[in-house]
Structure formats: C-alpha cells, structure tokens
C-alpha cells in the first residue's frame, strides 16, 4: 500500500499518525504519539518526499501581490454596524460573526457595493487588454454571481464561465474546455471547494483571491491549479486585504499557519492553541 498526499498534516501532527497506521498498524495508532520528537523519529521511514525546489526549473516564476483597499461607505456602514452588535464568547457565535464580517468585506449584498470586485474588474480589463487568462476562487458564491453579472453587463463581450458545485460533471468538463480552447473566453471564477483541486489551468497566467481560506495550505493548492509545470508565462497571483477589518486578523493567522506548517512538516510541530489564538484575535476586533 502506498499513501499519497500533498497535504499530510492539515491541522495537527496526529493527521500524519491517521496514514501511518494504515500503512502500518502495527507500529503506528491513528491517535498519535504524544511525543512528537519520536513519531518523527519512526516516521521517517516511511516518508518520501519531492519538494517544489526539487523541480523548481521547471516550474514558472510567480509575483504574489497583497493589495490593501478600503471598504466602500456603504460597506463600512454595515461593516461597523454587524462589528458593534453584541458577542458571545461561544464559538459557533464567534464563527457565525466570522462570516458575516467576511462577507461584507467581500460585498455589501443589499446595494453590491464591494471595494474588491471594482478592483478586480480593473485587473480583468487589463488581463483581456493583453490577451490573457484569469482564474478567481472564492468560498463564497454571492460575490462570483455578482462580479460575474458586473462584468457581462459592462461589457457583454467580455466572456467569462462560472464554476461550482451545483454544476454537473459533464457541465463541468464543458466549462473547463472552453475556457482552456476559447481565446475569447479571459475568466473562470471558481468556487474553491469545486476549483481548488484536481484541475490543471495552465492556459491562465493570472490567479485573483477574492477571499482565502483559513488554510494556507488549501489556498496554494488552489494556486497551483495554475503555477504548474507546463505553464510557460510569469503568473501573477492578486490578494486583498481590506484596511481595519477581520481580514487583517485573517493575514496574521496565514503568516502564523504558514510558519506552523514549514515546522510541523519538518518537526510534526503542532499548534493546540490555534482555535483560541483565533477567538481572541476575533474578538479583540469586534470589541476595537
């Protein structure tokens, strides 16, 4: 039996232990180890690994831009109002509260005011401008119905296909071929659930975060849909952060995440108090 993952901790070192005792269950329990230095000890063995720098000639540059924009009036407005209603120290309140400041910053959904879609629209233009490709992933579906909707009305030839779960296989594997065959056809928005794996996109140069996950590791592997071997252009990765919302909170969590993975990877490290490190972090910015 052989175990393949490009993710083999997604959360904890013991996610590591889970595939080590189906490779081998007589040595490993999915519980794990409670010593780390020793599960890392006896895993090594058994791990084979091919890291990007292995290949790395093969693989394209990338310029990663994180922009910092401001909410629109309007939503600052709604932004400040969901931020002052009172908060529970629950965790299901604080996810619930999670969301909805995340989602006013990627569109206020009563006027469509979304300080990322007018920005992105003009990175859209400039990307048809030179004949090229975009793919933008979002968790949330609102946004791509609405930037999608923005862009056929501003200019109906602009062409664009939509990607999500709602759509069958057979839909999807048409939308996939014509964005990678139809040079007229400049964006694919993606649901990153539907979008984020599996998919081979080397036809786009351009890769736009409408919003990101809490994983650093679900988001580049969203990334690399595009940055793949094959892709012969500079790809050009476009983040946002919008200025004193929950998602400069979401930027230190990554940066710690992204830290944390290159260590548990490397030392099966973990971090226990990551769900509370959030919850303070989140409520620390509501009660600001």
């Known amino acids: 039996m052989w175990a393949l993952t490009g993710t083999p901790i997604e959360r904890s070192a013991e996610d590591l232990a889970v595939l080590l005792s189906l490779l081998a269950p007589n040595k490993f329990s999915a519980k794990g180890s409670s010593n780390r230095a020793i599960l890392k000890s006896e ?74 879609i007018d920005r992105i629209i003009e990175i859209l233009n400039s990307v048809r401008e030179h004949n090229e490709k975009a793919i933008i992933f979002s968790h949330l579906l609102h946004p791509l119905d609405s930037l999608r909707n923005r862009l ?55 890769v736009i975060f409408l ?10 592997q969203a990334r ?9 252009r500079v790809v050009q990765v476009h983040k946002f952060r919008c200025i004193n919302t929950v998602e400069e909170v979401l930027e230190r969590i990554l940066v710690t995440k992204t830290e944390l993975f290159a260590n548990v990877i490397d030392g099966l490290a973990e971090n226990p108090k990551e769900a509370t490190l959030l919850m303070e972090e989140l409520w620390s910015h509501v009660q600001s």
């Open 43 to 116: 895993a090594d063995p058994f791990i084979l690994r091919r890291l990007k720098s292995d290949v790395l000639k093969e693989l394209p540059d990338v310029i990663e831009s994180k922009e910092s924009i401001e909410l629109t009036p309007i939503q600052q407005h709604a932004y400040r109002k969901a931020q002052s209603q009172p908060l529970t120290k629950n965790w299901s309140d604080t996810l619930q509260r999670l969301t909805l400041l995340r989602g006013i910053c990627d569109i206020e959904k009563e006027s469509g005011e979304s300080s990322k």
């Open 152 to 206: 056929n009305k501003a200019n109906p030839s602009f062409k664009s296909e939509l990607l999500t779960g709602a759509i069958s296989t057979n839909e999807r594997q048409d939308i996939i071929r014509r964005f990678k065959s139809d040079e007229s056809t400049h964006v694919l928005l993606c649901s990153s659930r539907v979008g984020g794996e599996g998919l081979t996109l080397t036809e786009a140069n351009h």
């Open 211 to 220: 919003n990101e996950w809490w994983n650093p590791s679900t988001n580049n």
């Open 224 to 232: 690399d849909r595009v940055v793949r071997i094959g892709q012969e």
